[in-house]
Every structure is written in C-alpha cells, then in structure tokens.
C-alpha cells in the first residue's frame, strides 16, 4: 500500500485482481478491518440503474443518393422529432423528446407511452426506426424529401452522450396537497401518502467515491451494457454541498456526463421508461469500478445506506415554486425499511431506482474485469470539487425591453 | 338458459399441456371467442376468453376447469406483469391501494401478488417501463 492503476491492470490482465462489489465490500472490510481489506482488495464496482433523462444519441445516419442536408431541415425518428441542427447527416435524438401528436398532458396526467428514451432503447435492439426528413434542397445536397428505415448495424454512428448521469445523491419527493400530483419522482399521493426516492444508496458509483478522487474525465465505465467513458462533469454539477462527516452530500451534487458506443450497448440496460404526466426518459444502467490505490479510497466505499442522507422535499409546492425549504433528512436506511416518518406521519416509501439491477451492473463489471476484459483507466483530468467555486445557479431572468 | 361470460384463466405449468379448451367445446357443448392466449407447455399460462353456453354446461365446464387445476378469475379484466420488462424499480410498492407489490428483502426484487390484485389498474400507468399491462 499505496497501489497505482498501473499495479491494478497488471493483476487485471493476469487474471488476479481481487475485484468485489460496493455492497460485498461492507462485509469484508468489518470482517478484516480496512488495512487489511484495502491491502487485498484491487477494485470495488458501484452500479445504478434509473431515470436519467439528460441522455441521447447523436446519429450519423450516412448519406442518400443522391444528397440531402438534414441540418436545417425536419428529421423525425418513428414520428418523434429528432434534433437536426449539425451537419447534412448527423441528428440527435433525446430522451424525452415526444411525437408531434402525443397529447402531452393535454388529457391530464398524460401517459407519454412512447418517446426518445423508447426509440434508444429499439435502436439498441436491433429494431429497425422509420426516419422521415425533409430538407430544402442546395446544389451540393439537391434532395428535399427522404423516407427509409434505419438500423443501428447499417448506420455510420450512433454515439450515446448524456450530459447528466449518475447524480451523486437524490431528493425525496412527497406531496403535502390534497390532491394526487404526477411528478418525475413518480405518482405522488395526497397529503404525505407515499415518499419516493431515486438513488441505488451505497453502491451509487459518485456515493462510494464522495470527493471524486478516482471517478474524473476519462474514466472507463459500464454504460448501456458497453463500454463508455466519463467525458466531463455532468450538467448541474454541483460540489459545494453540505456533507457528513465522511464527505457523503446530503443533497443533490455531483453528475458525471457519459459517452460511449451504442453499437455495443444492450437493451434491458438502456429502458425507454414513461413517468405519468411528466413525459418520457430513458432508465440507463451505469457502473463504475473504484480502484482501491489506499485504505482512505477504500474508507469512503464501504458507505452504507444508514449513513446516507437525503432531504424531503415537497412537489406540490417547494419543488415547482424554487423554495429552499425542507421536511426533514432521512437515511437510505430508512428509506429501504419500506417506511419513512414525516410531519410526524407514517409514509410508505418506494424507489424510482432499481437496486437489484445496479447490483447486478456491479457483478457484470466485477466478472469484467474478474476477468481481464476491462482495463482501468488513469484520470484525465479530475471532477472540479468544492475548491472550485461551481455553484448550481438559478436563472436570474431580465425583462426583455423592445 | 344461455350464459357468456369473460373470464381469465391461469394454467399452472402441468396443465398447459392438456387440450383443455378442446374438451370444453367437445364435452360440454361450450364456445368460446379467444381474446388473449399465452400458453406454451411447461410454462404458466394464461387464456381470456368469452365462454359461452347452456347455464347447466357451463356450471359443468367450470367444475371442469377446477377439477384440472385451472385457476379461474371472474372478472372481466386482469392484471399482468410482463417480466422481461419489469426493472424491480419498485415504483409500484407504495401505489398499489391492496399491497399486491412487495419487496423481497434479501434481493429487493419486486414480488406481485396476482391474488391481491383488485384491477384499479394504478400501476399500469404508474410503472415506468410500462410493465403491468391490464388485459380486457
């Protein structure tokens, strides 16, 4: 002790690095104490698997004969639209974007059966998607209409980026009106009759590594059921948070933004998922291995979910009027138990986050690397931390004078 | 008197072999309108079906039904969890108004219990990936 990355993926590749996963690792370390444990073991894996809805995929669907110069133009994707403001064949397809026609809340609360996150999820299946696009013509690329299937083996590109994933953290929404509210944190039932709660707890990949010490730009992950990359902080990133003593946020904090291949990627592990009058997300699974180079990294992954906190938030008031205010903390812990107190009422608790699916990102990463597949990469460049200075901002809006 | 009636029935794996349907129609001079099938044998299925006939028969073609371990559900629509789709997130645990979702403790995975379900038909549109699908 201390190891490097480099002594690791010499035992990777070997077949002999000792790699267990986050909710392993709490055991081991109590059985052996944490010198010992941070001495034999190499990695620890975290997984989640949940709503992410800042993900899409930037297509490069190849070019027609003759040309058409999409950028510009109108391109939909099985009718749901499709971003096509880059070059004449590259388009972007976010999650929660919904067919032109979908009633969006008009019948409230809206189902939003079928958006982005579905036409990821069909295109990671090998699905053939109806792309239907209409340009205005140059003399470089003079066609104006275009109407085919495409698949996902026969285009050119098909790079998955979300700018905000794997949210170090997560609120707990409930509603204190008397009336059922439709919330991205699920259904809401009136006057504190259920608390719902979106993290996987201690094996989160940013809860397990709280200062950012070894997840940073460039590190090698689990996304989709491939490979991909961590290409920057995440979008609202958000470091300068109150923490407990062991650096773990009690609020929202740290996102990572994800890149990788969606050509490898896997259905059940990117699910098109619809939240009732909310809209359309995709549920991504993530894992992220934490290489154990001294018994301090070691220390912040054997987290637990009775050491996690997370605030309750109310999202028929506080939440869509911007007030600070909050209800109380409570530990994973006690959100796992099925049972919550708040205002001194009994609250059923549920997840949006499905702990059994992160645990078995953690094992498929785990046999990964068990296995010599997955190499563990060197930090790029670090995640800005609290010594940063980023803060998450409101929008200060400016009246606009004509 | 002529009786016609929606019912659900779920065939446990060692029935799903057995030409049940084809007996009712034979034996009990029953007809039936499919509306949703899902039986393969060895594997628990699950037929709708509108199941039409003399009131004496068909009283005979449910005992029938029974006798042959067929689990029967009067009522006209029924919930189903399509498996491959649940993602044990657990969205539905504190929904549900009868408790018909649990989490088993030692994998969190989420159990529905079909026997508790009254067919509100919340979860259906409450489940995020769309897995609890409500057959008529």
């Known amino acids: ?402 | 008197m002529d009786v016609s009636r929606r019912i659900v029935l779920h065939f446990p794996p060692h029935v799903t072999g057995q030409p049940v349907v084809y007996r009712l129609a034979r034996d009990f001079d029953l007809s039936f309108n499919l509306l949703k099938a899902s039986v393969s044998p060895g594997e628990e299925g699950l037929l709708i079906m509108e199941l039409s006939g003399d009131q004496e028969n068909y009283d005979k073609g449910i005992q029938y039904l029974i006798e042959t371990g067929v689990k029967i559900q009067s009522l006209s629509q029924d919930v189903i969890r399509d498996e491959a789709r649940c993602t044990h997130c657990g969205a539905c645990i504190n929904l549900c108004p009868t408790g018909a979702f649990s989490l088993e403790p030692e994998t969190r995975k989420v159990l529905f219990d079909h026997a508790k379900c009254v067919v509100c038909g919340l979860c259906v549109k409450a489940c995020p990936p769309r897995a609890m699908r409500l057959y008529f």
């Open chain 1, 1 to 402: 002790m201390p190891k490097t990355i480099a002594e690791i993926n010499e035992k990777v590749k070997r077949g002999k690095a000792v790699v267990v996963t986050a909710e392993e690792v709490i055991d081991i370390a109590r059985e052996k104490g944490i010198s010992k444990a941070a001495e034999e073991i190499d990695v620890v894996t975290t997984g989640t698997f949940s709503p992410m809805c800042s993900s899409g995929v930037f297509l490069n669907v190849g070019h027609s004969k003759p040309r058409i110069k999409l950028g510009g133009g109108k391109v939909y994707l099985n009718d749901v639209p499709a971003y096509a403001g880059l070059a004449a064949v590259d388009v972007f397809l976010g999650a929660n974007a919904l067919p032109d026609d979908d009633p969006r809340n008009k019948f409230y609360p809206g189902e939003f059966n079928y958006g982005g996150g579905h036409i990821i999820e069909e295109l990671a299946a090998g699905k053939d998607v109806r792309l239907l696009a209409t340009a205005y013509g140059t003399d470089c690329y003079p066609r104006k209409k275009l109407e085919t299937w495409i698949n996902l083996k026969d285009i050119n590109n098909a790079i998955l980026f979300n700018v905000r994933n794997a949210c170090q953290n997560y609120e707990v929404g409930v509603n204190l009106s008397d009336r059922m509210i439709y919330t991205y944190m699920g259904v809401l039932k009136p006057k504190l009759g259920n608390a719902n709660y979106c993290t996987a707890g201690q094996i989160s990949p940013l809860l397990n590594d709280p200062y950012y010490r070894t997840i940073g730009i460039g590190t090698k992950v689990f996304l989709g059921g491939g490979v991909g990359y961590v290409a920057w902080h995440g979008t609202q990133h958000n470091p300068n948070v109150l923490r407990t003593d062991k650096g773990v946020p009690k609020e929202p904090a740290g996102t990572l933004a994800l890149i990788g291949d969606l050509k490898q990627m896997r259905p059940e592990w990117l699910v098109g998922t619809s939240m009732l009058g909310y809209g359309c997300t995709l549920t991504v699974g993530i894992g992220i291995p934490i290489p154990i180079l001294s018994e301090e990294i070691l220390s912040y992954a054997l987290v637990t979910d009775s050491e996690i906190f997370a605030p309750i938030i109310d999202y028929s008031e506080a939440y869509p009027q911007m007030k600070s205010e909050i209800l109380g903390e409570v530990s994973y812990a006690g959100l796992k138990s099925g049972h919550i107190e708040v205002q001194g009422k009994d609250v059923p608790t549920a997840s949006l986050s499905s702990y059994p699916k992160a645990l078995e990102i953690a094992s498929i990463l785990k046999d990964w690397i068990q296995g010599g597949k997955f190499l563990l990469t060197e930090l790029v460049a670090p995640l800005p931390g609290a010594e940063s200075g980023i803060t998450l901002k409101p929008l200060r809006e400016r009246p606009i004078v004509e």
